[in-house]
T-cell receptor, first 114, second 116 residues
């Protein structure tokens, strides 16, 4: 199995630009999670989906952040407009069923907003 | 709300020795899952070990074992025969068994240094 795939691995952008992060979960997994890791806040959940439906988006910091999962094999996290404080590592994770199985993480996207 | 606390920002161990990383958590739930994840410099999050709260027996995976004390809400990780490749940041995490609450709640992490 290829594992969770994220792209890009690194993204550098200027403040105000739109950023789109992509994730392909492990085949057969029906839960997908977006986490953000920063020095100040550690690892925190932004949003997660069960069967392509958003279940909990309470961690999404503000309206500048949006996430979609149009099908079982693809999800995006978009930031528009981006700000320097959005600089972080963004992880995507997937599992077979939320709450019952281990979550497997992708390699992360390191985002730098200048 | 559940919280996870790792009180040791950094630990070090001599190669081949044993080290224990501490983790405490707070919850009102009676059943849940606990995990230890390893994050090496590559930043890939790797699952080390999991524990179901309803199981009294401590989980073990090769050189890694846990000491799960449910009443004390403590979940420490013991690494035996430490190897250079064990150097990483280790995160303790909690998850509810509720299928509608899938998120992992992480501690702040402990950076482990392994000295040759």
């Amino acid at each position: 199995d290829a594992g969770v795939i994220q792209s890009p691995r690194h993204e550098v952008t200027e403040m105000g630009q739109e950023v789109t992060l992509r994730c392909k979960p492990i085949s057969g997994h029906n839960s997908l999670f977006w986490y953000r890791q920063t020095m100040m806040r550690g690892l925190e959940l932004l949003i997660y989906f069960n069967n392509n439906v958003p279940i909990d988006d309470s961690g999404m910091p503000e309206d500048r952040f949006s996430a979609k999962m149009p099908n079982a094999s693809f999800s995006t996290l978009k930031i528009q407009p981006s700000e320097p404080r959005d600089s972080a590592v963004y992880f995507c994770a997937s599992s077979r069923l939320a709450g019952l199985y281990e979550q497997y993480f992708g390699p992360g996207t390191r985002l730098t907003v200048t | 709300a559940q919280t996870v606390t790792q009180s040791q920002p950094e630990m070090s161990v001599q190669e081949a020795e044993t080290v224990t990383l501490s983790c405490t958590y707070d919850t009102s739930e009676s059943d849940y899952y606990l995990f230890w994840y390893k994050q090496p410099p590559s930043r890939q999050m790797i699952l080390v070990i999991r524990q179901e709260a309803y199981k009294q027996q401590n989980a073990t995976e090769n050189r890694f074992s846990v000491n799960f004390q449910k009443a004390a809400k403590s979940f420490s990780l013991k690494i035996s025969d430490s190897q250079l490749g064990d150097a990483a940041m280790y995160f303790c995490a909690y998850r509810s068994v509720d299928s509608n609450t899938g998120k992992l709640i992480f501690g702040q992490g402990t950076t482990l240094q392994v000295k040759p």
